[in-house]
Structures are given as structure tokens and as C-alpha cells.
């Protein structure tokens, strides 16, 4: 199977965890297989993923290649259970990996393409590196807000969007589906470029 990469979106499985904060990259990488479906008439290869604790798709990105497109089921603390294993079977290399997930520090809607870094006190990502061994993959970071005190972080995250945030954060996810889909199709610099510099 020829691939140019893997997409992943972290959160926690389960209805209860829906639409929650943690869970905004399962939201995208859903919207972003409805998107590709549309764009190219064709719907996204279900891949067995059970052995890898995973959803997982096979994805054609016109002009991008073809990429998989995973959801970890393992819950965010563990998603490196799900990540590495994956990567290890298709031979994928860190570089070859793009992870949305929530990010705390920047405002609601706000997104952050970056390579490597700290983890941030996100456990998903503090999982992933652990795993791979490396923190030298790329992350799409989208701002989630934090509430005032550091104390309520967990309710926060698995809580779900109100108000102006819900607002900020569904108005963000066609900038987010194109963060993705540019940097399969034109490379991750050029992404980090435009996602970055994008106005709210």
C-alpha cells in the first residue's frame, strides 16, 4: 500500500464523550472524510483497524495522495497504543504523521501547525512521543480556550462547547479541513505558513 502519511484524530470513544472539547479531533477528521467523500465522489476505504485499538480509513486527497486517517479508540491517555503500532505495520515515519487534537492555550477556534515540541500537558500527544520515541511529528493544534481555574482542566476539556466558543470553534473547521488537506497536497511547510497566519 503506497501512503504518504497519516492523518490522526485524538479523543475518547464513546457517546458520552461526543462533541466535547477533548474530542475535536475526532470532529475533524469526520468532517474531513465527509469532505474528501465530496470532492471526490468516492467514500473513504474502511480499513480494519480492531488489531490497532483504531477506526481507521484509507483516504485519496486529490493532488495529495493516499493517506490513512485514524480515530484511536484506546482513550486519550493511550493513544500512542493505537498511533505507534499503525505506523509500525504501514512503515510509516514520525514525520509522516499529522495529529489534530484540542490545545488548551490558544483561544477558541485558533489553529497552530507545528512540528515537534513539547506535549503541553496533553496526554494524548505526552502518549504519541512516548511511544514513537520521538516528539518530531506534526500537530494541528486547535484552540479550545482553558477555563480561569487550572483546577476544573479536566471537567473543561470533557465538557462541551457554549456560546461564542461554539461559535469560534464551528466557524473553524473549514480553515481546519484545509490545514489538513494543504498539507497533504502542498507540503507541511507551505500549511504551517497559511494556518498560522489566518486571521479569526
Known amino acids: 500500500m503506497d501512503l504518504n502519511g497519516i ?6 470513544p464513546g457517546a458520552k464523550y461526543q462533541g466535547t472539547r477533548h474530542n475535536i ?11 474528501v467523500e465530496r470532492g471526490t465522489g468516492r467514500r473513504p476505504e474502511q480499513l480494519s483497524g480492531a488489531k490497532f485499538n483504531a477506526l481507521l480509513w484509507r ?7 493516499s493517506w490513512l486517517v485514524a480515530e484511536p479508540q484506546t482513550y486519550m491517555n493511550l493513544s500512542g497504543d493505537a498511533v505507534q ?24 477556534g485558533r489553529l497552530k501547525l ?27 493544534r486547535v484552540g479550545v480556550g482553558k477555563p480561569q481555574d487550572r483546577e476544573q482542566v479536566t471537567s473543561w476539556v ?16 473549514p480553515d481546519i479541513i484545509d490545514a489538513v488537506i494543504r498539507f497533504a ?12 497566519t489566518r486571521k479569526k
Not at 479531533?25 to 469532505?35: N, S, W, Y
Open 7 to 12: 492523518i490522526v484524530g485524538l479523543g475518547n
Open 25 to 35: 479531533g475526532f470532529m475533524a477528521v469526520q468532517m474531513l472524510l465527509e469532505e
Open 59 to 65: 483516504i485519496q486527497i486529490p493532488g495529495g495522495g
Open 85 to 108: 503500532p499503525i505506523m509500525a505495520y504501514y512503515k510509516l515515519k514520525p514525520e509522516q504523521l499529522l495529529v489534530v487534537h484540542d490545545e488548551l492555550d490558544l483561544e477558541p
Open 114 to 140: 507545528k512540528k515537534g515540541g513539547g506535549a503541553a500537558g496533553h496526554n494524548g500527544i505526552k502518549s504519541i512521543q512516548q511511544r514513537l520515541g520521538t516528539p518530531d511529528f506534526y500537530r494541528l
Open 158 to 173: 470533557l465538557g462541551h462547547f457554549f456560546g461564542p466558543d461554539k461559535d469560534a470553534v464551528e466557524k473553524a473547521f
Open 185 to 196: 497536497v502542498d507540503g507541511p511547510e507551505r500549511a504551517i505558513n497559511v494556518a498560522n
